[in-house]
């Protein structure tokens, strides 16, 4: 009788095509055949099964927060415990715990977990609405164009826009605008955080540049330059504790962006930097006054009551 060969994770993609290139495909079922037994429990109970327990803490780990993790990642970490993983994900999938997808050229599968909350959410969703999601699962915190997203999956726009409130409805995705191109509309998952090239960062408020908040702030550190340390110098590490304290800025900023606000000072000559601290960090201290223009005429000079600078030059005169 020959061997039995062992189980693997045979992947069946619903072949899709469109205009420009491969498509992301959806991954709609995993073909197994195993007898290798597991216990499911939900993710706040004890779990009797290690290998699940294992492998949904890896899909956990932050850092496969979005695109999910890779087949081949899967292999390396489990080695010959690998073939054990296909009940485990065929459950989770049936379970809508499980999404799998390919990106944009690439023959790597990856796979996402999703929480109980959003388990339930996708619930009831068709094949062409679990397409879209991947999509835009596999942006990022970057998003994706809706142009992008139609020509990826060569759904009709007409079918799109269906999918996009019923998506938007159930809060699995959300509509953002980027900074650098406003008539864009881009869609990422509900629950990322827009990376600051996409939001612009703390000195944009709803897609504008905020010179107010940003002026507000400048005046702050102008305070602290001259009143902390009774003007011997502060360093940023200082200033960004004291706007902290102070609870100045509506968003937390970091230690960069606070060195950002503090050069603009520099480049207009409103502070400058002298010294260090202990630990190497720069002072700064209130800029000394220089005016580049003479604040007398030259027929001023000539008057015998001239006075400059402290210095009385009625004695050349007499």
């Not at 602290?224 to 110098?233: A, L, P, S, T």
């Not at 230690?255 to 603009?264: G, I, K, M, N």
Request: net charge positive; proline share 4%; hydrophobic share 40%.
């Amino acid at each position: 009788m020959p061997p039995k060969r062992p189980p693997s994770i045979a992947i069946a993609t619903a072949a899709t095509k469109r205009r420009r290139g491969t498509a992301i495909k959806p991954i709609v079922s995993m073909a197994v055949s195993t007898s290798v037994g597991t216990s499911y429990q939900d993710d706040d109970g004890e779990d009797s099964n290690p290998l699940r327990k294992e492998f949904l803490q890896l899909l956990s780990a932050p850092q496969y927060k979005g695109r999910g993790v890779a087949n081949s990642a899967l292999k390396a970490h489990f080695g010959d415990k690998y073939t054990q993983l296909v009940p485990i994900i065929n459950e989770l999938t049936r379970a809508s715990r499980l999404t799998m997808s390919k990106a944009n050229g690439e023959n790597e599968v990856y796979f996402s977990l999703l929480s109980a909350v959003e388990a339930s959410k996708m619930q009831g969703l068709d094949a062409h609405s679990k397409l879209v999601y991947q999509v835009i699962e596999s942006a990022g915190n970057k998003g994706i164009w809706t142009v992008d997203i139609r020509v990826q999956t060569n759904i009709p726009q007409a079918t799109l826009t269906k999918i996009f409130k019923q998506l938007e409805t159930r809060k699995l995705i959300k509509p953002i605008k980027a900074v650098t191109a406003k008539t864009k509309k881009l869609y990422m998952l509900y629950d990322l955080v827009p990376a600051k090239e996409i939001t612009g960062g703390p000195w944009y408020t709803e897609g504008e540049f905020d010179h107010e908040f940003i002026a507000e702030l400048r005046n702050f550190i102008i305070m602290c330059v001259r009143r902390m340390n009774r003007g011997k110098g502060v360093s940023i590490q200082q200033i960004s504790d004291k706007m902290v304290q102070a609870n100045v800025s509506r968003v937390q900023l970091s230690l960069e962006e606070v060195r950002q606000l503090v050069q603009t000072l520099l480049h207009d000559y409103v502070i400058e930097e002298r010294g260090v601290t202990d630990d190497g960090m720069a002072l700064f201290v209130p800029a000394k006054k220089i005016t580049t223009m003479c604040e007398f005429g030259w027929w001023d000079v000539c008057v015998r009551t001239f006075i400059l600078g402290g210095l009385d030059l009625r004695m050349m005169w007499c």
